[in-house]
């Protein structure tokens, strides 16, 4: 959602607030993998019970997920496998810091803390799974209630300022109606493609791209 909305504008931001990133060759790669480092950290804090170092180092790692693309793109340096680091990183990311808060919850022997960190970690991996197979057979499909921004900063706000556990549970149910969110807009363009096909050729069967789908 805030991606949707403030997307185009984050290079300018990026550029205007930190333009210290810019005065010489920043190597993105570095960047991005310094992020997942720093979120590794953040998990390690989460594990070991100190949530508000938690929740700092997640906003320190979230920062250079931030600026990476931003920087890549103002020398000219995207590349294919960048955006392939980034995207596999942000995965790894999200699931090593719900791992993390699994086990602050488990040492504590709350069962149902764990079994609700859990939904929130498939909420999470079906929400960007979704996008990456839709987006084999469509342009592009963005939008939901929560994208990773979104989950990142509320998991950050709720370790630092002490409602982890409220968090999860907006995490959880506002994950999996973003999942029914994605699931629904593929459909419909699916359908709308293969209306297309149909129509191009009539004599053509229906039903490739479900098929197609159903080869993982």
């Not at 992020?35 to 170092?53: E, K, N, P």
């Not at 596999?88 to 803390?113: E, K």
């Not at 900063?153 to 109606?177: K, Q, R």
């Amino acid at each position: 959602m805030i991606k949707a909305k403030f997307g185009d504008r984050i290079d300018g931001f990026v550029r205007t607030v930190f333009p210290f990133l810019f005065t010489r060759r920043l190597d993105p790669t570095v960047l991005t993998i310094f992020g997942a480092v720093v979120s590794t950290g953040a998990a390690a804090a989460f594990a070991c019970g100190h949530l508000r170092t938690g929740g700092v180092l997640i906003l320190a790692g979230g920062f250079f997920d931030l600026v990476d693309g931003v920087v890549a793109r103002h020398h000219g340096t995207s590349s294919t496998f960048g955006a392939f680091l980034d995207s596999t990183l942000d995965r790894y990311v999200d699931m090593v810091l719900l791992l993390g808060i699994a086990l602050h919850f488990a040492a504590q022997g709350r069962t149902d803390l764990v079994g609700l960190t859990g939904v929130v970690w498939i909420a999470s991996v079906l929400v960007s799974y979704a996008k990456a197979r839709a987006e084999l057979f469509v342009r592009v499909l963005e939008g939901g209630l929560l994208e990773r921004g979104e989950r990142v900063g509320l998991l950050a706000a709720g370790a630092i300022l002490g409602f982890l556990v409220p968090a999860l549970w907006i995490l959880a149910l506002g994950g999996l109606y973003t999942v029914a969110q994605r699931f629904r807009m593929a459909y419909l363009q699916m359908q709308a493609l293969d209306a297309a096909s149909l129509a191009a050729a009539p004599g053509a069967p229906a039903g490739g791209g479900r098929a197609a789908g159903e080869q993982t």
